[in-house]
């Protein structure tokens, strides 16, 4: 338990922090998530076009922070591979 003024403070940045955080990622993890499941249900087009909204909320968390620049990157690359590839 904090005891000191600024510790309680930072409990409470924190858990602020936590939360605005949980949204970028819940966020992305949805996105990808149903971009998978259309892929495999062999919708490609629609996936196709899922993935500028993907893009757009990975860029968003690693701008903001919430995410590494290359972490973002990565996933973008990830499954831009991962529906092309399911394409042909």
Known sequence: MAITKSAKKSIRQT??????NLIYK??????????????LQKK???AKK???SIYEALDKSAKV???KK????????????FINKSAK
Request: proline content about 2%.
């Open 70 to 81: 290359n972490t973002a990157s990565r996933k973008k690359s990830r499954m831009t591979k």
């Open 15 to 20: 858990k602020r922090r936590k939360a605005h």
């Open 50 to 52: 899922l993935l500028p």
């Open 26 to 39: 819940n966020k992305i993890k949805n996105l990808i998530k149903e971009a998978r499941a259309l892929v």
């Open 65 to 67: 922070g919430v995410t």
């Open 44 to 46: 490609i087009e629609e």
